[in-house]
Each structure stands twice: as structure tokens, then as C-alpha cells.
């Protein structure tokens, strides 16, 4: 379906319509404009999701409500036939989504207190509202996974289908880099790893005494993501965070504090909030060992050696990396892997701007001088970076391109195994249309011969 993410986009808007912005229109009398199987959609739902949508730019072509209705009709056949396939989603399952995405909109309006002010309602509030939707969500993605889990494209049907395109609509493909790195990761002194677990213990003390966690927080931890808010995370199931961080969470009872735990991330002390079933709420202080002045030049330093070692012959940068690098790439030859993709392939906007700025006064093969870096669990260290390949924004080509020119055959399969499946549930499926809307152009037949 073509209009799969307008319900997805349309989730994140929701919760942002729940502010002010519904204050400022006209009361709507609901009423039903639709139905499938047992599931009503109603006149506010469309008035809701046009107005944010439309907001935030995203183009509905000339019948917004057209559009709209005929994806949430799609949503509601999904969510009908996962009902009667008996598909589940758990309370749990539900419950991570709500906090996945209100964590999200949480760092982007500031702070919870803030995101709550705003719109007038507590979080507990916002995740009732939207629980509902979140299973009917979850429940159809299910749905649209089990109808297509089985198709997949051979090589031939890829080239059939790139023969398909006609030449003016073959899509641009934008300007794509390919990086290699070797990194050095300075050890952290013992002395210092004995001061960070000395201080952690005197918080610690301090709080057993009746001192504020969250005011210790707010002035000493080093996780600025939580520190802002007392230390508070939000609620948390297993496997989202660091397991020895989980572990001790897990243990505790609301008020008790842990004794100090080590992670990849540093050093932490846990004060539990609250739990609910396998998913819990702490407030934590962070302190990161770290790296002496002398042990950072004496990484840097290495790298500049190494990187006179390729430059002379004496050895390929593959052969260098594995040989020295500290990063766990080096199996993969050094080749950098885009956590968005999944690939070795970046678009500009995809490479963080320090590391951009290094890269592109590289030429194709250029290994760079030594550049400062902090790592994913926000350790200090150094890395020489070598530019493999950069293309030129280009009509796609299967010589180049194959991969991505692939996904668009499997998408375009899975969409015709989808409206296969939907011509033969459509028939044996309830579905009412309101009259004013019996005219609209549907991608699907939700009125035909009805």
C-alpha cells in the first residue's frame, strides 16, 4: 500500500494534537464514515490526521480525506483479519512502543515535564489514550508481515523489473561514501577507574543519609540524556538496556538503591522508581572513567605510525586494521557500517558533521590524519580514516546500484501479494462507505459492486 506510513506519521501527530491545536478549532460532532469487519472509523479521525499532516507538509494529493480514509480503510482490513487469524500482541509488547516513542518525543520537545505542560496531560494520560492504537498498529504490522513473509525476487525478476522503468522515472540515487577506519581506544588508568567508584560510593552514602538522588543527579551524572531530569529514564523492558544495568534494576524494590554497577557506558548507581511486570523505571548517576592527556598523544601517535605504514607499502590499510584497530569493524576489513542501513554505504547527511568535515577534503584512497572521536558508550579516542569510493549523484543502474534496486522489486512484489490477498478477503468482508465518500478514486475497490 502506498499510503502504509500516513498511519505511522499520523501516530506521532496524534499525541501533538492533543495540545492546544485541537483547542483552537471548532467542536465536530462525530459520526461513523466507515466500517470494516467490526472496527468503525470515525469523522475526527480524519479531521485530526489531515489537519496534522497537512501541517507538517506531507503532500495527500487533491482529496486529502480521499486519501486518508482509503489507507485507515487498509489499517482497519489488517487489524479485522489479524483478529480472526487470532494474531496477539502483549500488554508488554504495547507498552515498549508507547515508551519507545514517547522517550522520542521526549527528547525532542526537552524533557518530560515539559512535553506533559505542554499538552495537559500526564504521561500515564498520553499512554492511555494511545494504547489502543498502538495494539491495532502493532496487530496489523503483524498482519502485513505474515501475508508477504514468503515473498522474496531472484536476480532475473530484479532485472526485470529495472527493465520495467521507463528511462525519464528511474530514481536518482544521491552521492554515497564508503569509509574504512582503524581506531585506538586508550585504556583508563586504574587510578582513575578507583576515583570514579570512590565518588559513586560517596553519593551513595549521601543519599542513604537523606540527601536528594535527583538533585545528585542533576549536578554530577554524566548521562546529560537523564541528568536534566533527576536521573529519571522512563520505563524500560528487558533487553533495552545494558544487561548488568538491567540485572541490578531488576533487583531492587521502589526507594532501594544498588551498589555500583560497571557497564559500557561507565559507572552507575541505580535508585529504583517503580516497576510494572517486566518493565521498570530507575534513576541512575553516570560518571565515565576517563582517558589522561599522555595516554590520548600516545594514541594519537600510533595512529600517525600507522598510517606512514600504509603510506610506505609496508602494509594495506585491511591488513592495518585488523593488525591494530580497537574498533569490532576490523573483522569487516575496517569498512564502517551505517547503523541506519545496515550497510557500508552513507549519504552525506548520514555521517556525523565532524567526521564530514574530515571526509570531504579526502580524495578517493586518502587516508586521513589522526581525528579525535568519542565512542557509542562515550569513550575518547583517536581514528585515521580512509575514503574507499565516493559516487555522484546518478540515475540508479543495476551495476551500481543493485541492492537498492532490489528493495524496489521486493516492495513492488510484496505490494502485489498484499492487494492479491486483499481482492480475495474484500468479497467475504464487511465494509461500509458514507455516501459523500462513494465518489472518491480509492487505490481500492472498498465500494464496488456494494
Same mark, same amino acid.
Given at each position: 500500500?502506498?499510503?502504509?506510513?500516513?498511519?505511522?506519521?499520523?501516530? $506521532?501527530?496524534? =499525541?501533538?494534537?492533543?495540545?492546544? #491545536?485541537?483547542? @483552537?478549532?471548532?467542536?465536530? *460532532?462525530?459520526?461513523?464514515? /466507515? &466500517?470494516?469487519?467490526?472496527?468503525?472509523?470515525?469523522?475526527?479521525?480524519?479531521?485530526?490526521?489531515?489537519?496534522?499532516?497537512?501541517?507538517?507538509?506531507?503532500?495527500?494529493?487533491?482529496?486529502?480525506?480521499?486519501?486518508?480514509?482509503?489507507?485507515?480503510?487498509?489499517?482497519?482490513?489488517?487489524?479485522?483479519?489479524?483478529?480472526?487469524?487470532?494474531?496477539?500482541?502483549?500488554?508488554?509488547?504495547?507498552?515498549?512502543?508507547?515508551?519507545?516513542?514517547?522517550?522520542?518525543?521526549?527528547?525532542?520537545?526537552?524533557?518530560?515535564?515539559?512535553?506533559?505542560?505542554?499538552?495537559?496531560?500526564?504521561?500515564?494520560?498520553?499512554?492511555?489514550? $494511545?494504547?489502543? =492504537?498502538?495494539?491495532?498498529?502493532? #496487530?496489523?504490522? @503483524?498482519?502485513?508481515?505474515? *501475508?508477504?513473509?514468503?515473498? /522474496? &525476487?531472484?536476480?532475473?525478476?530484479?532485472?526485470?523489473?529495472?527493465?520495467?522503468?521507463?528511462?525519464?522515472?528511474?530514481?536518482?540515487?544521491?552521492?554515497?561514501?564508503?569509509?574504512?577506519?582503524?581506531?585506538?581506544?586508550?585504556?583508563?588508568?586504574?587510578?582513575?577507574?578507583?576515583?570514579?567508584?570512590?565518588?559513586?560510593?560517596?553519593?551513595?552514602?549521601?543519599?542513604?543519609?537523606?540527601?536528594?538522588?535527583?538533585?545528585?543527579?542533576?549536578?554530577?551524572?554524566?548521562?546529560?540524556?537523564?541528568?536534566?531530569?533527576?536521573?529519571?529514564?522512563?520505563?524500560?523492558?528487558?533487553?533495552?538496556?545494558?544487561?548488568?544495568?538491567?540485572?541490578?534494576?531488576?533487583?531492587?524494590?521502589?526507594?532501594? #538503591?544498588?551498589?555500583?554497577?560497571?557497564?559500557?557506558?561507565?559507572?552507575?548507581?541505580?535508585?529504583?522508581?517503580?516497576?510494572?511486570?517486566?518493565?521498570?523505571?530507575?534513576?541512575?548517576?553516570?560518571?565515565?572513567?576517563?582517558?589522561?592527556?599522555?595516554?590520548?598523544?600516545?594514541?594519537?601517535?600510533?595512529?600517525?605510525?600507522?598510517?606512514?605504514?600504509?603510506?610506505?607499502?609496508?602494509?594495506?590499510?585491511?591488513?592495518?586494521?585488523?593488525?591494530?584497530?580497537?574498533?569490532?569493524?576490523?573483522?569487516?576489513?575496517?569498512?564502517?557500517?551505517?547503523?541506519?542501513?545496515?550497510?557500508?554505504?552513507?549519504?552525506?547527511?548520514?555521517?556525523?558533521?565532524?567526521?564530514?568535515?574530515?571526509?570531504?577534503?579526502?580524495?578517493?584512497?586518502?587516508?586521513?590524519?589522526?581525528?579525535?572521536?568519542?565512542?557509542?558508550?562515550?569513550?575518547?579516542?583517536?581514528?585515521?580514516?580512509?575514503?574507499?569510493?565516493?559516487?555522484?549523484?546518478?540515475?540508479?543502474?543495476?551495476?551500481?546500484?543493485?541492492?537498492?534496486?532490489?528493495?524496489?522489486?521486493?516492495?513492488?512484489?510484496?505490494?502485489?501479494?498484499?492487494?492479491?490477498?486483499?481482492?480475495?478477503?474484500?468479497?467475504?468482508?464487511?465494509?461500509?462507505?458514507?455516501?459523500?465518500?462513494?465518489?472518491?478514486?480509492?487505490?481500492?475497490?472498498?465500494?464496488?459492486?456494494?
Amino acid at each position: 500500500m502506498k499510503n502504509f506510513q500516513i498511519s505511522i506519521i499520523a501516530f $506521532f501527530a496524534a =499525541i501533538f494534537s492533543a495540545g492546544p #491545536l485541537v483547542s @483552537q478549532e471548532k467542536v465536530i *460532532i462525530d459520526q461513523v464514515i /466507515a &466500517v470494516v469487519g467490526n472496527s468503525a472509523i470515525l469523522e475526527s479521525d480524519i479531521v485530526n490526521q489531515r489537519r496534522q499532516l497537512l501541517g507538517q507538509g506531507v503532500d495527500l494529493g487533491v482529496n486529502p480525506d480521499c486519501t486518508l480514509l482509503d489507507d485507515m480503510l487498509y489499517q482497519k482490513l489488517l487489524y479485522n483479519q489479524a483478529l480472526l487469524d487470532s494474531l496477539e500482541v502483549s500488554d508488554e509488547q504495547v507498552e515498549q512502543v508507547l515508551d519507545r516513542r514517547l522517550r522520542f518525543f521526549i527528547s525532542q520537545i526537552g524533557s518530560r515535564e515539559k512535553l506533559e505542560a505542554y499538552y495537559g496531560k500526564t504521561i500515564d494520560e498520553l499512554k492511555e489514550e $494511545f494504547r489502543d =492504537i498502538v495494539r491495532e498498529q502493532e #496487530l496489523g504490522q @503483524q498482519m502485513e508481515a505474515k *501475508i508477504t513473509r514468503n515473498v /522474496a &525476487v531472484t536476480p532475473s525478476e530484479v532485472r526485470s523489473f529495472f527493465s520495467r522503468i521507463p528511462e525519464d522515472s528511474i530514481p536518482m540515487v544521491e552521492s554515497e561514501i564508503v569509509m574504512g577506519q582503524i581506531v585506538k581506544m586508550p585504556p583508563v588508568q586504574p587510578e582513575e577507574i578507583a576515583n570514579i567508584k570512590t565518588r559513586l560510593e560517596e553519593f551513595r552514602q549521601r543519599v542513604i543519609n537523606g540527601e536528594s538522588f535527583n538533585t545528585l543527579a542533576i549536578l554530577y551524572s554524566e548521562d546529560p540524556g537523564s541528568a536534566r531530569r533527576g536521573g529519571e529514564l522512563g520505563f524500560f523492558g528487558r533487553g533495552e538496556l545494558y544487561p548488568e544495568f538491567e540485572a541490578a534494576a531488576f533487583s531492587l524494590r521502589p526507594g532501594e #538503591l544498588s551498589e555500583i554497577i560497571e557497564t559500557q557506558a561507565g559507572y552507575h548507581i541505580v535508585q529504583m522508581i517503580e516497576r510494572r511486570g517486566e518493565q521498570f523505571n530507575v534513576r541512575h548517576i553516570l560518571l565515565q572513567p576517563k582517558v589522561s592527556p599522555v595516554d590520548l598523544m600516545a594514541a594519537r601517535q600510533e595512529l600517525d605510525s600507522i598510517r606512514t605504514l600504509i603510506q610506505n607499502g609496508e602494509m594495506t590499510f585491511e591488513e592495518a586494521a585488523w593488525k591494530f584497530s580497537d574498533d569490532p569493524g576490523k573483522i569487516n576489513q575496517g569498512l564502517m557500517i551505517n547503523q541506519y542501513t545496515g550497510t557500508t554505504r552513507f549519504r552525506t547527511e548520514e555521517i556525523e558533521p565532524n567526521l564530514f568535515f574530515v571526509i570531504d577534503r579526502l580524495e578517493v584512497g586518502d587516508i586521513s590524519s589522526p581525528v579525535g572521536m568519542v565512542t557509542d558508550e562515550g569513550q575518547q579516542a583517536f581514528r585515521i580514516v580512509k575514503l574507499i569510493s565516493r559516487t555522484e549523484p546518478h540515475r540508479a543502474n543495476l551495476q551500481q546500484d543493485y541492492d537498492f534496486i532490489q528493495q524496489l522489486a521486493l516492495e513492488e512484489k510484496k505490494r502485489r501479494a498484499t492487494q492479491s490477498w486483499i481482492n480475495r478477503r474484500l468479497p467475504n468482508t464487511y465494509v461500509f462507505v458514507q455516501e459523500r465518500f462513494l465518489d472518491c478514486d480509492f487505490e481500492l475497490d472498498w465500494v464496488k459492486n456494494r
